[in-house]
């Protein structure tokens, strides 16, 4: 079924539905439901927008009433009740208590029009073309923003899309060494060849590039050295914030202040919403200037409101702790038990990655996982972890299935790796031995 229409109509470029090859009904929660009735829990949620579940109750309640009450749907950026209400709900709940003097751009309905509004402002803010992102770094598609990006599977040499960006290591990429000293010293040398950018754009974990999580000390050394040759500094929080780490922004913790933060995903629930937050002094915007018809998803608006309800207290991020920790201690003991295999775990609250030895066994268990009623996929350069994002809101109950399923799918592949590989000779001579491969070493 999924074969037959999907590949009929659909681009070669589907993806996601080759990891996923069923076709999905209904959804509640962490749970997923496909048209033949079989329940896949959901450890991918989106690539991180569902952190509040599937079908959020809050959000369905309030949409359900915004609708029957015929309130606006498209807005452009006309002023709405519920952008109105949002706009107070970030400032009340996420800008006052933090101390946090910015403005808010709603910019197009995705991620990467965030980021490609946030490299233009820091552009146009400092009057300089050049940006610095990271080796590893995930930050869209759009061209603006594909630059930025590093995987050169995205890349083609007629996109021309490398221009005016450097990628510098990001923190871990050169084992125990401190990169943000090389930033420093190509930023203070100006024979190093790198032009003083605009903006430096960072994760402070690298969600597609591999879990790659910054230390602390990595990031605040960045932001000094930012601070010093007068160059902005862009976080990029549209995976790992709201939430996602254990503080609605990730970068908390390490008590940054960026100039410009991207926000997307779970921001709107599951609907398509995507924000600046920049400091006041860099909104040096003219009006209408950076523009779009789709950055007054009214809908998304409400949703969005009911959602930071979640961050008026601090009971949901102690219960991301407490499922981080749980996800930390499984992930462990199958890195220890399948140690030829699995070569390292990493991850901050409830992002996640279990690395494996061979790039292939990452994608093999993820299948594996799949048939066994569990979403989940894989990330890095070559696909080499398996990726682990909840719903900040699972169960533990559900937390605790969906580690034992993810246990048991690689202990199967283990297995299956253990098992001489099937090939059979074609027929010879009328001959057809039909032995495995191996076999044929004592033949
Ligand atoms: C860190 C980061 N930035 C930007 C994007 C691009 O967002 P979108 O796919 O919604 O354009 C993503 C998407 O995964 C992301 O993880």
Request: hydrophobic share 40%; aromatic share 8%; glycine share 10%.
């Amino acid at each position: 079924m999924v074969q037959q229409t999907i590949n009929r109509l659909e681009s070669n470029i589907r993806g996601y539905v080759r990891s996923f090859p069923t076709v999905f009904k209904s959804a509640s929660g962490a749970w997923q439901v496909d048209q033949d009735g079989k329940k896949f829990l959901d450890f991918f949620a989106g690539a991180g927008t569902l952190n509040y579940g599937h079908n959020n109750q809050a959000v369905k309640k309030a949409l359900l009433a915004y609708i029957e009450n015929d309130g606006v749907m498209h807005g452009l950026d006309t002023a709405t009740v519920a952008k109105v209400e949002l706009l107070d709900a970030i400032d009340e709940i996420l800008l006052q208590p933090r101390n946090m003097d910015y403005k808010v751009q709603f910019t197009g309905p995705t991620g990467t029009n965030a980021v490609e509004a946030a490299i233009k402002l820091a552009r146009k803010s400092k009057q300089r073309s050049h940006i610095v992102a990271f080796t590893n770094a995930y930050h869209g598609h759009s061209l603006g923003s594909l630059a930025l990006t590093g995987n050169q599977y995205y890349h083609d040499i007629s996109y021309g899309s490398h221009n005016n960006v450097s990628h510098l290591p990001f923190d871990g990429y050169l084992g125990d060494l401190d990169t943000s000293i090389l930033l420093e010293k190509m930023l203070a040398d100006r024979s190093s060849g790198l032009p003083l950018p605009a903006a430096v754009i960072l994760e402070t974990v690298q969600g597609e590039g591999g879990i790659n999580v910054a230390s602390f000390q990595w990031l605040r050394s960045v932001e000094r050295i930012c601070r010093r040759h007068d160059v902005l500094l862009i976080v990029d929080d549209i995976q790992v914030g709201n939430g996602r780490t254990g503080s609605f922004f990730s970068f908390e913790p390490a008590g940054i202040e960026p100039d410009i933060i991207c926000v997307s995903k779970a921001f709107g629930g599951g609907l398509p919403m995507s924000l600046l937050l920049m400091r006041r002094e860099c909104d040096t915007w003219n009006p209408g200037e950076h523009t779009g018809t789709f950055r007054g998803n009214n809908l998304a608006f409400v949703a969005a409101r009911v959602l930071l309800e979640y961050w008026r207290d601090n009971e949901l991020s102690l219960q991301i702790q407490s499922s981080g920790n749980l996800i930390e201690q499984t992930l462990r003991q199958i890195l220890s038990q399948f140690n030829s295999t699995c070569s390292d775990v990493r991850g901050r609250g409830m992002i996640w990655g279990i690395e494996f030895s061979k790039p292939e066994l990452a994608s093999q268990v993820c299948r594996k996982a799949f048939e066994n009623g569990l979403m989940i996929e894989t990330s890095g350069a070559c696909d080499q972890v398996v990726k682990l994002l909840p719903p900040l809101t699972i169960s533990t109950e559900d937390l605790r299935y969906g580690l034992t399923v993810l246990n048991d799918s690689i202990a199967a592949v283990v297995e299956e790796q253990k098992k001489p590989p099937v090939s059979f000779v074609p027929e010879m001579d009328g001959l057809n031995f039909g032995l495995p491969v191996g076999s044929f070493a004592s033949f």
